[in-house]
């Protein structure tokens, strides 16, 4: 029978112990390095990818508007994307939406996002390779070369380093 000055921690039998408190070990122990101008470059280039993207898909999606002036300065591209508008234009958009949330995911260091832009540059150096073995030696040259180059940037150790950090725990 149990007695009125008997507590819980008195008839509790078992092994107990506190847990540590870790949310202040996570902030005390997550390193937050600075963003570098090329860091910051590369966001700043997925968002300006992302809506130029945006604005190709919606031209081509919803036709003979406003914006279909935009296609003057790749008049070219136009005549070729035109006969399969739509499709092309949800494409469009999909990889707007692809390379908003690549953005976002760079800026805020997250391990997904360096892999999305990662994904993204390595198919545009492809596309660009094929362009250039079609016989398309200066578009897709330049293209190449440039894409190819800022891959390089994005899987070298200094940049895959920013992404890869992890909360450490101490014991």
């Known amino acids: ?5 008997d507590s819980l921690g ?11 408190d870790l949310s202040t070990r996570v902030i005390a122990t997550t390193v937050r390095q600075k963003l570098t101008s090329g860091i910051t ?3 700043i280039f997925l968002f300006f990818g992302a809506t130029m993207a945006a604005l190709a898909g919606t031209t081509l999606v ?3 508007t406003i914006l279909d002036k935009v296609w003057a300065l790749n008049p070219t591209a136009y005549r070729q994307l035109a006969p ?17 949330v690549a953005g976002i995911g760079w800026f805020r260091r997250r391990y997904w996002g360096w ?8 198919t545009q150096v492809l596309g660009d390779l094929v362009n250039l073995l079609r016989g398309g030696f200066v578009r897709g040259g330049i293209g190449f070369a440039i894409g190819g180059a800022l891959l390089l940037y994005l899987l070298s150790s200094k940049v895959k380093g920013v992404f890869a950090s992890r909360p450490v725990f101490d014991d």
């Open 10 to 20: 008195t008839r509790v039998s078992g092994y107990s112990q506190r847990m540590p």
């Open 62 to 64: 919803f036709p003979g």
């Open 1 to 5: 029978m149990l007695r009125r000055s």
């Open 84 to 100: 399969v508008g739509r499709i092309a234009g949800m494409l469009f958009l999909l990889l707007s939406v692809s390379m908003a």
């Open 115 to 122: 892999c999305l832009a990662v994904i993204i540059i390595a």
């Open 41 to 43: 470059a590369v966001g």
